[in-house]
């Protein structure tokens, strides 16, 4: 049996493609010579593909059902409202979908500032419902749009006029906006824009001299009052982190990290395999940088995706995609352009959840294949919340005995690597989260504080800030909701507004116990204990409202020497046990 290359355990995220789009695409004519996707744009219920006819394909993402054509080209677009330009002309145009009233889509806006440019970037403030345009002389201007939402009367009297923002000295490359400030890359340069106070701010001193994205880093739910930061591509595979006023605080290099091999893309067109070799350090122009779900920045080149944890200076993975023209990206989904106009879907998530996704969906032959890559993430305790002995033995016994004898005897190998349930590794980690601990009120009961059956190391899944190791990689990462209802989890992400997201966060099982699990009889001898003492408790404490102050103080001192000794004994008991 041929040894297969096995991918190191500090590697526990993949990107994988789970469905492919050429059937969506060959229903739309988009797979032809004469007409092809040109630009494509995602949301959280629509994908939208622009073409080289000049027309607008409106999917639904849930089923890809086609719902609307519409004409001209597509870039950017929220729940309602649609925002496109046309290239050649420089037309900017916004329509309304008017999906809640159940109507027609309807033209609302038509912008000829930009007209006879190229219109390069865009991006949308949805809070004040504006646009800002960039084109290929560095003007950028801002669109106010006026929908149905904000009364018949105002939409059809009032007309906002274009603001024109500024024009930098070179074609605007990327555009972004957070907070009332407009973030702006172009070939030269990076500037920042307070719109609300009208001010303006060249970040860093260097020039460069090429295309370099720029974009915001949002604070975390759980940063406190730490403000958003900008991450600004420099050349050299390199990142300027600054400051939500400008201020460049430090450069991140990613040159030697980049030397490690690229990691398999998971897909059904082609098995995952893995070159163990090292490759000579990247040194890389950053064309774009999107802000891809809690903590991560992506990018990309003509070689392939990269993506990056830019506050701990690590690359979270790296993988060969070819030929990719743009990237849309909504949360951890990846809609990725190629220049020969197909489109691809990409997830990104935990290998552990990539590999139970397929099984679920009944891709045996690929989910097998996947454990033997990443069996060091696999034979993890943390996977076998997912992966459990007996999930792999289900999967080893649907392959083929007589065509796949190779891969059986690989799936073998990995399931008499993972340790038993009840060894002491996994009854130590288990032991945190099924631990029981209790406090006193003032009152005299006994408040219990069970972690026994918590739903937070399977269901919860937010990337943490705090400081990571050059060894230890992300533990945790938000995982792309499944399509169809058998797949929802119970408990939903606690850190986005999409619908049951889901999360993982994990105890730090490093931390070394001072406590070991007593045996039954010594559980339930605790347990009746401090049942017998919360009932004398209670009753002496009533007590104690009837008799003068002089006595309770006495009492309640001696009350608090019968604490102290519970205490000791409860703290006493395992020990006893262990001698």
């Known amino acids: 049996m041929a040894s297969v290359p096995v991918i190191p355990d500090s590697y526990n995220y993949v990107l994988a493609e789970f469905e492919c789009l050429d059937p969506l695409l060959s229903a739309l004519r988009l797979d032809s010579s004469r007409l092809k996707c040109t630009c494509v744009a995602v949301s959280k219920r629509w994908l939208a593909l622009g073409t080289s006819g000049g027309g607008?394909?409106?999917?639904?993402?849930?089923?890809?059902?086609?719902?609307?054509?519409?004409?001209?080209?597509?870039?950017?677009?929220?729940?309602?409202?649609?925002?496109?330009?046309?290239?050649?002309?420089?037309?900017?145009?916004?329509?309304?979908?008017n999906q809640e009233r159940r109507g027609k889509p309807e033209r609302i806006y038509v912008s000829s500032e930009h007209k006879g440019r190229k219109v390069t970037a865009l991006c949308w403030d949805t809070a004040a419902l504006r646009v800002f345009v960039g084109d290929h002389v560095g003007k950028v201007s801002a669109i106010k749009i006026n929908t149905s939402k904000q009364g018949k009367a105002a939409a059809t009297f009032v007309m906002f006029p274009v603001q024109i923002i500024t024009t930098v000295d070179s074609r605007v490359v990327q555009l972004d906006y957070l907070d009332g400030r407009l973030l702006i890359s172009s070939l030269t340069r990076t500037y920042l824009c307070d719109t609300e106070r009208q001010k303006f701010w060249k970040i860093g001193n260097k020039e460069r001299d090429g295309e370099f994205?720029?974009?915001?880093?949002?604070?975390?739910?759980?940063?406190?009052?730490?403000?958003?930061?900008?991450?600004?591509?420099?050349?050299?595979?390199?990142?300027?982190?600054?400051?939500?006023?400008?201020?460049?605080?430090?450069?991140?290099?990613?040159?030697?990290?980049?030397?490690s091999p690229p990691l398999p893309v998971v897909t059904l067109r082609l098995d995952p395999h893995y070159t163990s070799s090292s490759c000579s350090p990247q040194s890389l122009s950053f064309p774009k940088l999107l802000y891809l779900t809690e903590h991560c920045v992506m990018t990309w080149t003509e070689r392939g995706i990269y993506i990056f944890l830019p506050q701990s200076v690590q690359v979270l993975l790296w993988s060969e995609v070819k030929d990719i023209q743009d990237i849309a990206v909504y949360k951890s989904e990846l809609f990725c352009l190629h220049a020969n106009g197909k489109v691809v879907h990409l997830s990104l998530l935990l290998v552990d959840r990539c590999i139970e996704r397929l099984i679920r969906r009944g891709f045996w032959t690929l989910a097998a294949r996947v454990c033997c890559v990443f069996q060091n993430s696999v034979i993890s305790c943390r996977a076998r919340k997912n992966l459990p002995v007996d999930r792999l033995e289900h999967l080893k016994s649907q392959l083929d005995a007589s065509t796949q004898h190779d891969l059986i005897m690989q799936l073998e190998e990995l399931i008499s690597k993972l340790e038993p349930l009840d060894s002491a590794c996994s009854s130590r980690r288990s032991s945190i989260s099924s631990h029981e601990s209790f406090s006193i009120l003032d009152s005299g009961i006994y408040r219990v504080i069970s972690r026994r059956g918590s739903q937070s190391d399977e269901d919860s899944c937010s990337l943490h800030s705090q400081t990571f190791s050059e060894d230890e990689r992300l533990k945790e990462f938000p995982a792309h909701q499944e399509d169809e209802q058998g797949e929802l989890d119970s408990v939903s992400h606690a850190s986005v507004m999409v619908e049951a997201d889901r999360n993982e966060t994990f105890l730090p099982f490093s931390i070394p116990l001072s406590f070991r699990s007593p045996s039954p009889l010594v559980s339930l001898q605790a347990v009746k204990e401090s049942v017998s003492s919360f009932v004398r408790k209670t009753t002496e404490k009533i007590g104690t409202l009837h008799i003068s102050p002089d006595s309770r103080g006495r009492q309640e001192a001696k009350d608090g020497e019968h604490l102290q000794e519970l205490a000791v004994n409860l703290v006493a008991s395992p020990q006893e046990e262990k001698e």
């Open 56 to 97: 607008l394909n409106l999917i639904q993402k849930d089923g890809w059902k086609q719902r609307l054509f519409l004409t001209h080209k597509v870039r950017v677009k929220n729940s309602y409202c649609i925002f496109f330009f046309n290239c050649s002309q420089g037309l900017v145009v916004v329509w309304e979908l």
């Open 213 to 259: 994205g720029a974009c915001f880093f949002p604070a975390g739910k759980n940063s406190g009052n730490q403000q958003p930061l900008i991450y600004c591509a420099r050349p050299g595979s390199r990142m300027w982190e600054v400051n939500f006023d400008g201020e460049v605080q430090s450069t991140h290099q990613f040159k030697q990290l980049l030397s």
